[in-house]
């Protein structure tokens, strides 16, 4: 009899749990779409009260339309004529919705870029073991942050990029504690997108894989093994593959993504005494790119017109090699500053209030450096450091720093949340 009490306790206590687990994740479900709802309902009643009119295309998005309209055409893409100077990744997202018009589609992005908040929710609880309201931060953060709202409902790769960065990142905080397959497999897919979504970022799998020999080799720590990178990277050469043939078809070379890479170097470093250029932009009118513009025209290979572009800028390092220090600093103020058009001579309010929102930022973030002990700290700044980097070979403004700001964010958010180094805290159990 006492037996049969105890397994009935037993039984009714396991079913409180249940019950007590079941409102728990009923709730958690019901908070995260409460974030998802919020920052959609905030990107939409912009697009649809800030946009003069958002049924027209400006800027650079008549090239992703037009590439969605390709892909849509069921054109060969293989063939020449294929388009080839954009990702590919935004116009295959876009292209079915091609007959709703350009204002469905920015309503469309902006429901899009409203995962990331869930994103950064997750990333930020696993990366440094979070309570659900302090990942909560982070994520509300990043749902009124001005640049989110506002490339939210442009046609351009910016939001797309930065969801990518903060799911790229959650993989890779998991891996080291779970090395399933179909994890490695999602890694692979995840870096392919990411390269599909933003040209710069197709060597960051290569800094990653380099990071993870580092490690290994300076520690008893495994990151990511040969067996995985070698699943890693076969995943990403079969998912990259169509747009490494079209480039070999098309130009002869063997690119994983877009070909504006040359025009790309000769805008930003074909004449470094271009005042345009040693304020961290790019100039259109310099001799070098005017001369590239003519083999362009002219019909010249993929291969000329690099070698062209190479020998250009070796001749400017050569003979203003000087500048360079200059250059690379206004490109990194740039970069990391608060003025979303860094070449325009008048302050505006756009300009005041990012100070506002970007310097504490900023310095929190700063301030997080206390955490180098963390392997989560080093895998964030890794991906920061690469998108800082590959900027500053080209021009710099705030627009390229955008993708990586979620993970500043989460940083300058575990600065606050904790102050004391953050090896002191592995031993504490997550509250969830």
Not at 352 to 374: A, D, G
Request: with cysteine; proline share 5%; charged share 15%.
């Amino acid at each position: 009899m006492p037996n049969t009490i105890l397994q009935e306790t037993h039984t009714i206590i396991n079913y409180r749990q249940y019950n007590i687990l079941k409102i728990l994740l009923h709730r958690h479900v019901q908070v995260l779409i409460g974030l998802f709802l919020l920052s959609a309902l905030i990107r939409i009643l912009f697009l649809e009260l800030y946009w003069p009119d958002p049924a027209i295309a400006w800027d650079d998005e008549p090239d992703y339309l037009a590439l969605a309209s390709y892909i849509k055409s069921g054109a060969s893409w293989i063939s020449s004529d294929a388009p080839s100077t954009r990702p590919l990744l935004l116009s295959i997202i876009i292209s079915p919705f091609q007959d709703l018009g350009i204002h469905s589609i920015r309503i469309l992005l902006a429901l899009v870029s409203s995962i990331t908040p869930i994103s950064i929710y997750y990333l930020s609880k696993k990366a440094f073991m979070l309570t659900h309201s302090q990942s909560l931060i982070p994520s509300l953060v990043w749902v009124f942050y001005p640049p989110a709202i506002w490339y939210s409902g442009l046609i351009l790769t910016e939001s797309l990029t930065a969801l990518l960065i903060t799911i790229v990142a959650l993989l890779l905080i998991t891996i080291r504690k779970y090395s399933k397959i179909s994890l490695i497999i999602t890694i692979g897919i995840s870096f392919s997108c990411l390269m599909l979504s933003r040209s710069s970022y197709v060597y960051l799998p290569i800094l990653i894989m380099i990071s993870s020999i580092v490690i290994k080799a300076t520690t008893t720590n495994t990151f990511i093994n040969i067996k995985q990178w070698i699943i890693i990277v076969a995943t990403i050469v079969i998912i990259t593959s169509p747009v490494i043939i079209r480039n070999y078809n098309s130009i002869g070379s063997f690119i994983p993504t877009e070909t504006r890479l040359a025009y790309g170097l000769i805008l930003s470093n074909g004449d470094f005494n271009s005042p345009i250029i040693q304020e961290g932009g790019y100039d259109k009118n310099s001799t070098n790119v005017l001369k590239y513009a003519q083999l362009a025209n002219d019909n010249a290979s993929y291969a000329a017109q690099k070698s062209f572009v190479l020998l250009a800028i070796k001749q400017e390092l050569s003979s203003n090699g000087k500048i360079v220090p200059k250059i690379l600093f206004e490109r990194t103020i740039n970069f990391w500053g608060s003025r979303p058009d860094p070449f325009d001579s008048q302050v505006t309010r756009n300009d005041i209030i990012l100070f506002i929102v970007w310097v504490p930022i900023l310095l929190l973030f700063v301030s997080s450096f206390r955490f180098y002990r963390s392997m989560e700290f080093w895998i964030f700044m890794s991906i920061i450091f690469y998108a800082y980097i590959t900027t500053i070979i080209f021009w710099s403004s705030p627009r390229f720093r955008f993708p990586i700001d979620s993970l500043v964010i989460i940083l300058a958010t575990i600065s606050v949340l904790r102050w004391k180094p953050l090896g002191n805290y592995r031993a504490r159990k997550s509250n969830d």
